[in-house]
């Protein structure tokens, strides 16, 4: 008897790299400028208690070829020195486009247990975003909604985020430049 076959584990496809892996689906063109991996730093402030804060940023558009591009985001909260005090947000979500012509839609969730639906526009390398349903586990801060801008000037993805609490008006959160690695 022969022995059992053990299936091979393919490698991942992904790449944020354009020169490399698969072409990109051409339903991609209108966020093609965003595949990359960018860091940086920025500013926020603490919806809830006003605190404002820096932090240092990565962010990577990656790509396997099919019509959407995996979004990853890492961050870590650091001193007045510029040293990291913690960890920050992490997210990891999926960029596509919309049925009409430049609307886009992200789908995205935090390690903190809130999970976001966004549609927007693409433009002329910017991209608008707002959420259309929030989610959240038991133990989540809740928010009622977020908007998104993000836009490209030479090599540096610059973004801003404002967020709104349960009854009220959206407030800014964070804003970060980035430079493409």
């Known amino acids: 008897m022969a022995d059992p076959v053990t299936p091979q584990v393919p490698a ?8 490399l892996g698969p072409e990109i689906d051409e339903a991609l063109l209108a966020v093609l400028p965003l595949v990359g991996s960018w860091s940086g730093h920025g500013t926020g402030v603490d919806p809830a208690s006003g605190e404002q804060f820096t932090f240092a940023q990565r962010v ?30 992490r997210e990891h979500g999926f960029l596509r486009m919309g049925e009409a012509e430049d609307e886009l839609e992200l789908v995205l969730t935090t390690a903190d247990g809130v999970i976001e639906i966004f549609t927007g526009l693409a433009g002329d390398l910017r991209w608008e975003l ?6 959240f586990t038991p133990s989540a801060e809740q928010i ?6 993000y836009a490209i000037a030479g090599d540096t993805l610059a973004y801003v985020q404002e967020v709104a609490v ?16």
């Open 12 to 19: 991942l496809d992904d790449t944020s790299d354009l020169r």
């Open 60 to 89: 990577t558009f990656a790509h396997d070829g099919r019509p959407f591009l995996s979004y990853d985001l890492h961050s870590w909260v650091l001193d007045q020195a510029g040293s990291v005090l913690r960890q920050g947000v």
């Open 130 to 135: 707002v959420t259309t349903a929030v989610g």
């Open 144 to 149: 009622a909604g977020e908007r998104r801008l």
């Open 166 to 181: 349960e009854g009220g008006s959206y407030q800014p959160l964070v804003n970060g430049q980035l430079q493409r690695d």
